[in-house]
């Protein structure tokens, strides 16, 4: 059973502070990056491309560039994260106002990797929240100040 698919924009840096043992994760963050995220039963599925790389990004500069050589150091990116290893969603504001949602998926070895995305252009944000909202208890969806 599915439920949703939202289109978001992942972004490079959390807007709320993080442990040493969290670390955000390395999604492309691309202004035409766009990525899904979605749930089947127990677990959340984000797909969109890994960061391209600073040679890539050097490389990769101009329209050229983003025809001929980032296509060579993008590549799919599928994770499936099982809801029993959601530890908390944090929902914070970027300095020119725009939500930013953090997702902390617990990893081996004591380390959490935070998603960081915000909403699609075409995305309901409310039913995105709502969507994150079903994920965790209440108690582990917070909201910063």
Same mark, same amino acid.
């Given at each position: 059973m599915t439920s949703g698919q939202f289109k978001i924009r992942f972004v490079k840096r959390a807007t709320v502070p993080l442990a040493e043992n969290e670390k955000v994760s390395l999604w492309d963050t691309d202004d035409? =990056?766009?990525g #899904?995220? =979605?749930r089947q039963l127990d677990s959340i599925t984000m797909?969109? #491309?890994w960061r391209v790389s600073a040679?890539?990004?050097f490389l990769g500069s101009g329209i050229l560039g983003r025809i001929l050589i980032?296509?060579?150091f993008e590549k799919a990116r599928t994770e499936d994260i099982s809801v029993q290893h959601v530890e908390r969603i944090v929902v914070g504001k970027k300095w020119t106002g725009k939500t930013v949602y953090h997702v902390f998926h617990n990893r081996?070895?004591?380390m959490s990797e935070v998603h960081t995305f915000t909403a699609g252009t075409e995305t309901d944000a409310p039913a995105l929240e709502g969507f994150l909202r079903s994920i965790v208890s209440q108690d582990r969806f917070h909201t910063a100040s």
């Amino acid at each position: 059973m599915t439920s949703g698919q939202f289109k978001i924009r992942f972004v490079k840096r959390a807007t709320v502070p993080l442990a040493e043992n969290e670390k955000v994760s390395l999604w492309d963050t691309d202004d035409l =990056a766009c990525g #899904t995220i =979605a749930r089947q039963l127990d677990s959340i599925t984000m797909k969109g #491309t890994w960061r391209v790389s600073a040679i890539g990004n050097f490389l990769g500069s101009g329209i050229l560039g983003r025809i001929l050589i980032r296509p060579i150091f993008e590549k799919a990116r599928t994770e499936d994260i099982s809801v029993q290893h959601v530890e908390r969603i944090v929902v914070g504001k970027k300095w020119t106002g725009k939500t930013v949602y953090h997702v902390f998926h617990n990893r081996d070895g004591g380390m959490s990797e935070v998603h960081t995305f915000t909403a699609g252009t075409e995305t309901d944000a409310p039913a995105l929240e709502g969507f994150l909202r079903s994920i965790v208890s209440q108690d582990r969806f917070h909201t910063a100040s």
